[in-house]
Nanobody, 121 residues
Framework: QVQLVESGGGLVQAGGSLRLSCAASGSIFSINVMGWYRQAPGKQRELVASITSGGRTNYRDSVKGRFTISRDNAKKAVSLQMNDLKPEDTAVYYC???????????????WGQGTLVTVSS
């Protein structure tokens, strides 16, 4: 069974920083894209940032210049460095891998359990 386990959420004041981490475990052959979504209360889940195994990144406009996504392919891990946080960044952040190829060559979409980020004004 493939799992994504996140860590690093918490409470921070506006202007502060947090780093989220996510590691994949299980019988995995390869992971192409890894990313982070977030969901604020009463809102739809939205893509924050994603990164391919080759290092190509994609960010939503509202976090460009403030957030940086990175990954360690050998460790099957992805991180999100969040700087200059704003109250509107408050949400549950989910690690996501849409196309995990298992050792048995099944293709799986996997979500982490979510970690809460709260930014106070």
């Amino acid at each position: 069974q493939v799992q994504l386990v996140e860590s690093g959420g918490g409470l921070v004041q506006a202007g502060g920083s947090l780093r989220l981490s996510c590691a994949a475990s299980g019988s995995i052959f390869s992971i192409n894209v890894m990313g982070w979504y977030r969901q604020a209360p009463g809102k739809q889940r939205e893509l924050v940032a994603s990164i391919t195994s080759g290092g190509r990144t994609n960010y939503r406009d509202s976090v460009k210049g403030r957030f940086t996504i990175s990954r360690d392919n050998a460790k099957k891990a992805v991180s999100l460095q969040m700087n200059d946080l704003k109250p509107e960044d408050t949400a549950v952040y989910y690690c996501h891998a849409p196309g995990v190829v298992s050792a048995g060559r099944s293709v799986l979409e996997v979500w982490g359990q979510g970690t809460l980020v709260t930014v106070s004004s």
